[in-house]
């Protein structure tokens, strides 16, 4: 069938005949660099609107509808406005620190696309240590954020900077330790094996109840990583006013956003790729036929599918739920889910161990 | 009031929130300071949107200076009017005609119904919760058509005027009300189902902001905020007014004296004021809906105080008389300074984002506080 190997095959064999090996290399990280920053504000655009209407659509209202069909070229409309925006930098400010932060947020986002599987065959970097180097890179996101809110010179940045670290650090936890009990069934730690080792049912439909607690304890927590609500702690509108990026404007502020809106989409693709196959398509046992049919939809549109659903999902509790209290959700980190995942971790290694899982 | 010495420390975080704040809905400057998350001492400072309302009346007429007060608490002008009517009516000795009583409390309890609304959205969404608002406002929305097609105002209505109310009902009046009844019903439940149920809601509020019947009345609370802790200060019940003496309805007491006790209390006065509504719409009685009065209104010499039930608490009107045709020196009892003199109190030890929620169940509207 056709995938995207063919077209990267294609690229590569071109450039291969017309340069040396060493330029060929660099081309082609240039334009993996620029396909990677033209999906990011793809998705920006998308998500943003999407988080809208789908609010609207909760809320009993239109949301976007003016500008372009449908509202389509709302975001485009926005992301013009922050661009000729004026990015003020507070007087008492630490300029250094306060213009890097935004960039850095940027960068994890961008480094966490690397060893995403977008369809079949398409991953721009399939090491073997992919989940672990999710893990490691997103937890560096902390990073920009106490940096804006320490440099912005704002109490309201700060104390939002100080949740925001209490709470990323603690709900790394959760998430590394479900994320683990996918990586012992698979034995492997690699994106590509484990997608692969969901070919004849996803994770979701043959690990039993340990991969739904852990599927369920990685929602929540990644939904806290990401500072949404009803862990928005660090944002926290009606008390904090912005948290860490009050005193941010222009493009500056639309890095915050748009790198809060790429770790959504991020998290959710992990969390498809790990719980629910990835680019796999849907296969029931022996049913010839239907399997055959589900493999006729692209790889693409199954990996989408599954993030967006994730993504709706995280956008439905943004919209429902009221915020927790700072002590509340360090309780629910420390009290509830890490004992949770831990024994479901042990449960879910003793069943890897004895081969009780389909 | 406050513990100036020794309750600041070195080391301690002071912010001020607001006047331009999300949370204090308005133009409220609170000075709070903190010892990490904790509060220590909360400070509110107060006089950014004074427009010196008892002062401006003293220079207006009887029947002008009833107008004003709708710019005090601007979610229950209606009730502001009201009381203004009463003292003033007071002072004549008219007998109000019985249809205009009937519609004056129709017209109270339906604005009690739209503020208790607001209060809930923007309760919720003090707590972080943005869908409430919209689902609060599809029901004010109906309230405020009702009140545009008989007032001519969505907001401030000034509608009541000395002797009666200054027009008849529109005649649609009574079947948009039951529509509007109708409505309502089939949505209540959602409310319990999006806010009250949510654990999460429940964990924010229950045993938060604790405030005792004796700080309650000491502090001077009224409304809902001494009622949550189970102090009975409903003046439609102690002191009635007009025909309330003659409804059946319910005093809304709780006595957890929490956030949670002060959010169901208006939670279940909503209710209340829709069975105040159902025992009326059917029998406003026929007649005048004004009763004569002089075209220039003059009060005897003397002094005269009426109260009423507003949506926040006890609305007090005090006016002093020389005999002429403007009042020598008016006073308003406003329930909002009282209430937000309590929220250092309650809020002393607990976390910045309680402090948010106890303004959200003091339901406080400012320039009912700054006048």
Redesign the interface.
């Known amino acids: 069938m056709w995938s995207f190997r063919h077209i990267a095959n294609e690229i590569h064999a071109w450039l291969s005949a017309n340069f040396n090996p060493t330029l060929t290399l660099i081309i082609e990280m240039v334009l993996a660099g620029v396909a990677v920053i033209g999906l990011f504000a793809a998705l920006g655009l998308v998500l943003v609107l999407m988080e809208r209407r789908v609010?609207a659509w909760?809320?009993?209202?239109l949301g976007p509808n003016r500008v372009g069909p449908k509202g389509l070229l709302q975001s485009l409309a926005d992301t013009l406005k922050l661009i000729v925006k004026e990015g003020l930098t507070p007087d008492g400010a630490d300029k250094l620190m306060f213009n890097v932060a935004p960039f850095i947020a940027m960068i994890v986002a961008m480094l966490l696309m690397a060893p995403i599987a977008f369809a079949k065959d398409f991953q721009l970097w399939d090491l073997n240590i992919g989940v672990l180097f999710v893990s490691a890179v997103s937890s560096l996101m902390v990073i920009s954020i106490l940096m804006a809110g320490w440099s912005s010179n704002n109490?309201?940045s700060l104390?939002g900077a100080m949740?925001s670290g209490a709470q990323i650090v603690s709900y790394e936890l959760s998430a590394g330790l479900s994320i683990l009990t996918i990586v012992v069934f698979t034995g492997s730690l690699q994106v590509s094996d484990i997608i692969h080792a969901q070919a004849d049912g996803w994770w979701i439909f043959k690990g039993h109840l340990p991969v739904w607690i852990a599927f369920v304890i990685f929602i929540i927590a990644v939904t806290a990583e990401t500072n949404r609500?009803?862990f928005?702690?660090a944002e926290?509108?009606?008390?904090?006013?912005a948290g860490f990026h009050t005193e941010y404007s222009g493009m500056k502020f639309a890095l915050f956003f748009l790198a809060e809106y790429i770790n959504v989409f991020i998290v959710c693709a992990i969390g498809a790729t790990l719980f629910l196959g990835g680019w796999m398509p849907f296969h029931i046992g022996n049913w010839e036929g239907f399997n055959r049919v589900m493999d006729y939809i692209p790889s693409s549109i199954w990996f989408f599918g599954k993030t967006f659903f994730l993504i709706f999902v995280i956008m439905w509790f943004r919209?429902?739920?009221?915020?927790?209290?700072?002590?509340?959700l360090l309780n629910l980190e420390w009290k509830y889910l890490l004992p949770i995942s831990m024994i479901n971790l042990l449960v879910a290694t003793a069943m890897a161990i004895l081969g009780w899982h389909f | 009031m406050y513990e100036e010495v020794g309750t600041t420390t070195e080391g301690d975080l002071v912010i001020n929130v607001g006047p331009q704040h999300p949370a204090t809905h308005g133009v409220l400057h609170l000075v709070i300071t903190l010892n990490g998350e904790t509060i220590k001492k909360v400070e509110p400072h107060l006089g950014y949107i004074h427009r010196s309302i008892e002062k401006m009346c003293e220079s207006l007429s009887y029947r002008q200076f009833i107008y004003v007060t709708s710019r005090m608490d601007y979610l229950s002008s209606h009730i502001n009017n009201h009381a203004c009517a009463l003292c003033v009516e007071k002072g004549l000795q008219v007998e109000i005609p019985p249809r205009a009583q009937v519609i004056r409390i129709l017209m109270d309890e339906l604005t009690r119904i739209a503020s208790h609304e607001l209060w809930w959205g923007a309760m919720a969404m003090d707590l972080g919760a943005f869908t409430p608002f919209f689902h609060a406002f599809r029901e004010r929305e109906s309230i405020n058509d009702i009140m545009e097609e008989t007032c001519g105002a969505r907001l401030t209505m000034n509608y009541m005027v000395p002797g009666g109310v200054m027009q008849d009902i529109h005649p649609n009046f009574q079947k948009r009300v039951k529509d509007f009844l109708v409505q309502y019903k089939k949505k209540i439940h959602e409310y319990d189902e999006l806010v009250t149920g949510n654990i999460i809601f429940q964990n924010r509020m229950k045993g938060i902001g604790y405030l005792s019947p004796e700080d309650a009345i000491s502090y001077g609370c009224t409304g809902p905020a001494a009622r949550g802790s189970g102090v009975s200060s409903d003046i439609r019940k102690l002191y009635p007014y007009e025909i309330y003496d003659k409804l059946e309805f319910d005093e809304v007491l709780e006595t957890a004296g929490d956030s949670f006790a002060r959010y169901m209390v208006r939670i279940r006065e909503m209710q209340q004021s829709i069975r105040i509504i159902e025992q009326l719409i059917d029998n406003i009685p026929e007649g005048d809906f004004q009763a004569k009065t002089k075209a220039v209104l003059k009060l005897p010499k003397g002094e005269f105080y009426t109260r009423v039930e507003t949506a926040r608490g006890e609305l007090g009107v005090y006016i002093v008389s020389e005999g002429g045709t403007t009042p020598y020196r008016i006073k308003f009892r406003s329930p909002g300074f009282s209430n937000l003199s309590v929220l250092d109190h309650i809020a002393r030890g607990s976390k910045i984002g309680d402090l948010v929620a106890m303004m959200g169940t003091l339901d406080l509207v400012i320039p009912d506080i700054d006048r």
């Open positions: 609010a909760i809320q009993i209202r109490k309201y104390l949740r609500a009803p928005d702690l926290a509108e009606s008390e904090l006013t919209w429902t739920f009221p915020r927790l209290r700072i002590d509340q």
